[in-house]
């Protein structure tokens, strides 16, 4: 089982940024083997699906952060980010990052095998 621990949330002002970070390891993990994903949830929401990269480099983003968060990845060191630009309101929630999914996008939430713990992110007005 590949193992995942987030860090980088916090509280910041609408508008503001953050970067997540996601270290992923074990035996045999490599970044290059696995689709990885950054994943939300809100107090009373479902989780939801925010970015996915491939293992091979193509990217898919959730249509309400577009333009907006970058997904990317070190595969030498492991490390999976996610650049949060004009943070809003609506995006405060506990950020996970996860692996291994049959299929690789943010709308495939219920295939991805392997979790982080999650950090909390929350956006002021």
């Known amino acids: 089982q590949v193992q995942l621990v987030e860090s980088g949330g916090g509280s910041v002002q609408a508008g503001g940024s953050l970067r997540l970070s996601c270290a992923g390891s074990?035996?045999?993990?490599?970044?290059?083997?696995?689709?990885m994903g950054w994943f939300r949830q809100a107090p009373g929401k479902e989780r939801e699906g925010v970015a996915t990269?491939?293992?091979?480099?193509?990217?898919i983003y959730a249509d309400s952060v577009k333009g907006r968060f970058t997904i990317s990845k070190d595969n030498a060191k492991n490390t999976l980010f996610l650049q949060m630009n004009s943070l809003k309101p609506e995006d405060t929630a506990m950020y996970y990052c996860?692996?291994?999914?049959?299929?690789?996008?943010?709308?495939?939430?219920?295939?991805?095998?392997?979790w982080g713990q999650g950090t909390q992110v929350t956006v002021s007005s």
């Open positions: 996860a692996a291994e999914s049959s299929f690789c996008g943010p709308k495939w939430v219920s295939t991805f095998h392997s």
């Open positions: 074990g035996p045999t993990f490599t970044f290059s083997s696995y689709c």
């Open positions: 990269i491939h293992g091979l480099g193509p990217t």
